[in-house]
């Protein structure tokens, strides 16, 4: 009998992952200089504890799903049933889509301007919030990035775009 690979094994594999990248992220910036460590240290942490608790929850859900019990309220479950009409294939390429638009964006139009396009997409489009729900969402991720990038003097990665016209206008 042959293994078979769900949405919801896909779902734990990948935040097991992430969760480790994160871990993996956190113990590398201990060996950074003092001032160089805070943020990496900060989001590793955060990251693999949010990620600790996803598996947990992932693994709770599964088990109980199992006994029969339901540990998903009805909205979500309404949602889940709303969101089965889309094909999981489609979803997973929508969302990779997303992803890497936003790591091309930050290399064309830099670390801020592409965050703020990509909250902005994913909450409107992908999440199907509404507008002003998204423009308050990427209203206060330009509000915390401006935060860290003040308190950490972080130098974020900067856009090429600039650097291919500089000088030809």
């Given at each position: 009998m042959r293994a078979r690979l769900t949405l919801g094994s896909l779902e734990f594999l990948f935040t097991l992952f992430l969760t480790v990248c994160m871990a993996g992220m956190a113990a590398e910036a201990v060996g950074f200089s003092v001032r160089a460590r805070y943020f990496p240290l900060t989001m590793g942490v955060i990251g693999t504890l949010a990620g600790l608790l996803s598996l947990v929850l992932q693994v709770r859900r599964h088990f109980e799903h199992h006994r029969g019990a339901s540990v998903i309220e009805p909205a979500a479950e309404a949602a889940a049933a709303e969101e089965s009409d889309t094909p999981p294939?489609?979803?997973?390429?929508?969302?990779?889509?997303?992803?890497?638009?936003?790591?091309?964006?930050?290399?064309?139009?830099?670390?801020?301007?592409?965050?703020?396009?990509?909250?902005?997409?994913?909450?409107?489009?992908?999440?199907?919030?509404?507008?002003?729900?998204?423009?308050?969402?990427?209203?206060?991720?330009?509000?915390?990035?401006?935060?860290?990038?003040?308190?950490t003097s972080i130098r974020w990665p900067e856009a090429l775009l600039p650097a291919l016209f500089k000088g030809r206008f």
């Open positions: 294939m489609e979803r997973v390429a929508s969302s990779t889509a997303l992803l890497l638009g936003f790591l091309i964006g930050v290399a064309i139009f830099g670390m801020q301007a592409a965050a703020l396009i990509f909250v902005f997409g994913t909450q409107y489009f992908l999440a199907k919030v509404g507008f002003l729900k998204s423009l308050l969402a990427t209203g206060i991720c330009l509000a915390v990035l401006l935060l860290l990038g003040h308190v």
